[in-house]
């Protein structure tokens, strides 16, 4: 919608937004708090049956009008059957925002978006023996934790 309002490509307004995130993030930061190695552990135990869950991590789709002067497959979600941008999101067990990254094209999955992302557990620290709860679209591998399906 930005990009008709503005007569501007629907890259313009992808790379426009990932250009604000620094200033959301000084804006924000008291609303999302990457917590600290400590604040991690403190969460343990929080989810009864699950104590070594301390967040969860999943998706969700911002649909966006018909890119005109770009290849619009990019942005097309066959899941969702509509052209979108992406964003992942981190919270606590607690509910607390921990992290967003935003701008991932239509095209790609959770799993592809997360590969994606500033890595948690190096550039973003994380405690070895704790996990994120995911869907069954992520890899299940540390820190984030799915369902197991059967194969």
Not at 43 to 56: E, H, R
Not at 92 to 113: K, M, P, T, W
Not at 137 to 147: C, E, F, K, M, S
Request: aromatic share 12%; hydrophobic share 35%; charged share 20%.
């Amino acid at each position: 919608m930005l990009s008709v309002i503005f007569d501007v490509s629907v890259s313009t307004i992808k790379d426009e937004m990932h250009a604000c995130i620094p200033i959301f993030e000084e804006t924000y930061s008291r609303l999302i708090h990457w917590p600290s190695l400590d604040e991690w552990q403190d969460l343990q135990g929080g989810w009864g049956k699950l104590p070594f869950a301390v967040g969860a991590i999943d998706g969700t789709s911002t649909e966006i009008y018909r890119p005109i002067t770009e290849p619009q497959e990019q942005y097309y979600s066959g899941h969702r059957q509509y052209h979108c941008i992406h964003t992942q999101v981190v919270t606590s067990n607690e509910g607390r925002i921990c992290y967003v990254e935003c701008g991932f094209l239509g095209h790609q999955n959770d799993a592809q978006q997360y590969m994606l992302m500033r890595n948690i557990g190096q550039q973003l620290p994380f405690p070895d023996e704790l996990f994120l709860l995911g869907d069954k679209i992520y890899q299940n591998r540390h820190p984030v934790l799915t369902a197991y399906t059967r194969q």
